[in-house]
């Protein structure tokens, strides 16, 4: 089931960008989580923070190593406890007490640790349709298919649609199109999903460009969307507008690392969580951006060359979807931070604070890992 042996073959260009992009989450924690009111913490990199954030990489490279040496068929195994799992621990914070009026946390007070279990979710709904689409390769055309394959996303989706994490739920809906295209299921069905998916962000793209206003469109929309919901489509909220500030204010190669006068000042909401982008856009520009992408590109290309070589149908299911999983983490929380997609609360993989995104990313990216070393295995 574990074999070291499979650990000298993965592919060893991630690692430097795994690092790297750690390293880029770290100066900006470090930056924004100095406490000015005590001596000498302004010369101190390792805050606390920085501290509790290096615990979480340390647990997410064993994590990391642990599934790229552990054989990635036996998950079919453990894919319906770990489903089962996942929909109790979603209905199970229904009775938790709210964290900041939502609920999405369980908070273990003896650890003084928060656990998010719609992180998790999101992996392992790629793990259960996978194994589905697998099982039904040969029904693969039969809308039976589609509507299982639904619902086992549907559920959970709902379930973290209530807590309310809109931006969580929403991740899965393209992770679904990718994993049907590749399951080779009806191409009227991926037709559906792609027009209602290109409808939402035709919507979006309607009120972010002004071409009607929000309060125009609020008597329509509030009659299908809450009103905090449809709030977050707001173009002109100060998160977005302090966010496009602190980008423009970076320049080409920005004002220096801790030298950050408008989201140092505290004029930027979250700077080392979701908005980790523009914070570290202030302090080292154009420049530094262009580097952050450039990291993430290398990620996502090295992540679908695995779904290109996997093996097997459940590997190439599997290194898809946890592509895709990862893409649209980047895709949305950069999104949200220049203007073009409303702020949900997506983090930035490997650089947002927080201990369950650094655990569920750098479980997939372990996934992947060993569906690469695995590729000559039948």
Not at 356 to 378: D, E, K, N, V, W
Request: net charge positive.
């Amino acid at each position: 089931m574990w074999n070291y042996q499979q650990i000298s073959r993965i592919d060893y260009r991630v690692i430097p960008v795994i690092l790297a992009l750690m390293l880029i989450g770290l100066l900006v924690i470090s930056s924004y989580s100095i406490d000015y009111t005590l001596d000498n913490q302004d010369e101190t990199f390792f805050t606390p923070m920085v501290k509790r954030q290096l615990q979480g990489f340390a647990l997410g490279w064993g994590v990391f190593f642990f599934f790229a040496g552990f054989d990635y068929n036996k998950l079919r195994e453990w894919t319906w406890f770990l489903y089962f799992i996942m929909l109790l621990s979603l209905l199970g914070l229904f009775f938790t007490d709210p964290i900041q009026r939502v609920q999405r946390w369980y908070k273990i007070p003896l650890l003084n640790i928060s656990i998010q279990p719609s992180e998790y979710a999101k992996l392992i709904v790629v793990i259960a349709l996978s194994w589905y689409l697998e099982r039904r390769k040969h029904l693969s055309q039969e809308w039976s298919t589609v509507f299982f394959g639904s619902l086992i996303v549907g559920i959970p989706f709902v379930m973290i649609l209530k807590q309310p994490d809109l931006g969580t739920a929403l991740i899965l809906f393209p992770i679904t199109l990718v994993m049907f295209y590749f399951g080779n299921l009806p191409p009227l069905a991926i037709k559906i999903m792609t027009w209602i998916g290109a409808s939402a962000l035709l919507v979006v793209a309607v009120l972010f460009l002004g071409v009607i206003s929000h309060e125009e469109a609020r008597p329509y929309a509030t009659k299908f969307l809450k009103d905090y919901q449809f709030d977050r489509l707001d173009p002109n909220t100060h998160h977005q507008k302090t966010a496009l500030t602190a980008i423009a204010l970076g320049g080409l190669t920005g004002k220096g690392w801790r030298k950050s006068d408008f989201t140092g000042g505290g004029w930027l909401p979250a700077p080392y969580t979701d908005s980790v982008f523009p914070a570290f856009g202030e302090e080292f520009g154009f420049v530094g951006l262009v580097v952050l992408l450039v990291l993430f590109y290398s990620l996502i290309y090295f992540s679908f060359q695995v779904a290109a070589v996997a093996g097997d149908h459940f590997g190439r299911l599997l290194s898809a979807g946890i592509t895709v999983y990862l893409a649209m983490h980047i895709l949305v929380n950069i999104g949200m931070m220049t203007g073009l997609l409303p702020i949900t609360g997506v983090p930035l993989v490997l650089v947002t604070y927080g201990g369950s995104s650094i655990l569920s990313t750098m479980t997939a990216l372990g996934i992947l890992q060993s569906i690469y070393s695995r590729r000559f295995m039948f």
